[in-house]
């Protein structure tokens, strides 16, 4: 089946650090979503990406549509501790929505 | 988020025995969605469903079965568990492209 291969798996930064972190595939996606996953909870979406090329936006995170359309990429500045959580890639195909293998990310103070 | 609820939250069943786990959402979506998550392999789709009465199997559908009688309701069935089905099951609904979570049911299966 499609898959996206995210990496890297785990980072472990220190805070105020600038985060990046990517995600590609071998199939042609129309959308790119991100999400978190805080403990404990479900995830939560935080840019979604519909044009290849296009760059977004939210506070502190800039996500990119590659391209190619093949691939995105999530970049966090200025990191804070309240960033922990899992940061997954996903892509819509024929209503499904299908997850990467997730970036692990933890903080210190 | 308050628009999805899952129940249980967690859950313990012996291999053979069966349950049933429930999703409900009250913002009317057609699309509803059931994951699970295993460390390290992100969330992989087990069943779907595009609107009432309908279903469709994902990319780990054996050993589940799934009902969608009512439009707000999802219902995810296992009816023989298994010790390889502990996971943590994630409800979602969906609007477009944007999901809603519900907060997971933790199962282990002993």
């Known amino acids: 089946g499609q898959q996206l291969n995210q990496s890297p798996q785990s980072m472990f930064i220190q805070e105020g650090e600038d985060v990046s972190m990517n995600c590609t595939s071998s199939?042609?996606?129309?959308?790119w979503l991100w999400y978190k996953q805080d403990p404990g909870e479900g995830p939560v979406l935080l840019i979604a990406?519909?044009?290849?090329?296009e760059l977004t936006s939210n506070g502190r995170l800039t996500a990119q549509f590659g391209i190619t359309r093949k691939d995105s990429f999530l970049n966090i500045s200025a990191s804070i501790p309240s960033d922990v959580g899992i940061y997954f890639c996903?892509?819509?195909?024929?209503?499904?929505?299908?997850f990467g293998q997730g970036t692990t990310l933890q903080v210190k103070p | 988020n308050a628009g999805v609820t899952q129940t249980p939250k967690f859950r313990v069943l012996k291999t053979g025995q069966s349950m049933t786990l429930l999703c409900a959402q009250d913002?009317?979506?057609?699309?509803m969605y059931w994951y699970r998550q295993d460390p390290g392999m992100g969330l992989r789709l087990i069943h779907y469903?595009?609107?009432?009465?309908?279903?469709a199997k994902g990319e780990v559908p054996d050993g589940y079965n799934v009902s969608r009688l009512k439009k707000q309701n999802f219902l995810l069935g296992l009816e023989s568990a298994a010790p390889s089905q502990t996971s943590v099951y994630f409800c979602?609904?969906?609007?477009?492209?944007?999901?809603?979570f519900g907060q997971g049911t933790r199962l282990t299966v002993v």
């Open positions: 469903s595009v609107g009432e009465g309908t279903t």
């Open positions: 979602a609904s969906v609007a477009g492209t944007e999901a809603f």
């Open positions: 996903v892509s819509s195909n024929t209503g499904k929505l299908i």
């Open positions: 990406l519909y044009k290849a090329g």
């Open positions: 913002m009317n979506h057609e699309y």
């Open positions: 199939s042609i996606f129309n959308t």
